[in-house]
């Protein structure tokens, strides 16, 4: 067990690839590799009667089919699985959920919007951001004129990462908020988050005290919570913070099983921090707002490091996220100028009060892309 920022850690390390661990009586962790700064995913075996759910599946990559036939064949006790839980729609969680399906004969279980939105974005479905819709936003963000060139070149590389929406199951079956699965001897009760993907399925367990918490609850990075030309005027980080408001009940004594990271003691304190960290982010950029602000130059506010076209792409999302929740919150105006880009402006006058310029959050080294 160790401790940092107020949080508790009984694991120090991720399981070998191709084992798995007890977490829980009938609740195993196992971890997936990823290219890049996440290295990792976690995911999570629930043991049944009949045989085995799996919660989340990885990267549609050779690497992770070799080690899931591994734990098929050494890690299930030769008993099948019988039900595959994909959280949310991203690559990294459902990126396998076809060929276990497959292997095994057995039922998807997602909620609805995130099962149709990866039906809609597989094959090729992001080439969205070559539409006007997605010339239109990136320039009334204030991007160079070139920039979807750049992105299509970034959505060719990231196929050959693994990073692509892989082809899905052609059926599934649909989980819904407070809905209870009966796994073995356990009640897992679904609770559903939005603003990271949106309709997020957490796992809670009362009589075990675990959350399987997905992309969620995460106790070092921040998950994205971004705008894209697919929805330009959504308030996505609206519904992470009143999903994080509604997760605050969950009990202080739960043992928390994340998709990356290490599990963990601790999700009220976690919240709570998720909260003060986007209020400070948002209060860091209606001070910046004083003077009008197109939405490409808030991004050294929040992050502090050179980004490539992709985390580009994500830390703009992230930006207009909080300019959108602040304009429904009325502390900011939106104005579009003569020059195709959107202004920032803020306009309460009760900012001098609340602000304290010079004492923030250090901008983040991210955005991290789960
Ligand atoms: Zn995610």
């Not at 798995?20 to 629930?46: C, D, K, Q």
């Not at 909260?275 to 910046?288: N, P, S, V, W």
């Amino acid at each position: 067990m160790h401790e940092k920022d107020n949080l508790k850690y009984p694991w120090d390390d991720h399981p070998a690839p191709g084992n798995t661990v007890e977490v829980a009586p009938g609740v195993r962790w196992l971890s997936m590799p990823m290219p890049g700064s996440l290295s990792h995913i976690n995911l999570y075996l629930l043991e049944d009667k009949a045989g085995w759910w799996v919660v989340d599946t990885g990267l549609a990559l050779p690497d992770v089919t070799e080690l899931w036939h591994q734990i098929f064949s050494q890690e299930l006790g030769n008993r099948p699985v019988i039900g595959v839980i994909c959280t949310h729609m991203h690559p990294d969680h459902i990126g396998q959920a076809a060929m276990i399906t497959d292997y095994f004969k057995c039922p998807l279980y997602m909620t609805r919007a995130e099962y149709y939105q990866a039906r809609a974005f597989a094959g090729g479905g992001a080439s969205h951001h070559s539409s006007w819709l997605g010339q239109q936003f990136y320039e009334r963000a204030g991007m160079p004129s070139d920039y979807l060139e750049q992105l299509a070149r970034m959505w060719s590389q990231r196929s050959s990462e693994g990073m692509s929406m892989p082809d899905m199951p052609s059926g599934y079956q649909r989980l819904t908020n407070g809905q209870v699965l009966t796994i073995g001897r356990n009640d897992w009760q679904i609770v559903v988050g939005s603003g990271h993907s949106p309709e997020h399925a957490c796992l809670y367990s009362a009589a075990l005290k675990v959350m399987i918490s997905g992309d969620q609850i995460l106790p070092i990075i921040t998950s994205n919570v971004s705008v894209h030309p697919t929805e330009p005027e959504a308030n996505p980080l609206k519904d992470w913070m009143d999903s994080h408001d509604r997760f605050l009940s969950t009990p202080s004594d739960t043992l928390v099983l994340p998709a990356h990271n290490l599990p963990f003691y601790g999700v009220r304190e976690r919240l709570r921090g998720l909260i003060g960290h986007h209020d400070d982010r948002m209060l860091a950029i209606e001070e910046a707002c004083v003077e009008p602000h197109v939405a490409k130059d808030l991004l050294p506010v929040l992050f502090a490091r050179e980004l490539d076209p992709r985390q580009m792409m994500m830390a703009l999302g992230e930006a207009i996220a909080h300019v959108h929740l602040l304009m429904y919150r009325n502390r900011i105006e939106r104005i579009l100028h003569e020059d195709g880009r959107y202004r920032f402006l803020s306009i309460d006058p009760d900012l001098p009060r609340r602000a304290h310029p010079g004492t923030h959050d250090a901008p983040s080294d991210g955005p991290v892309m789960v």
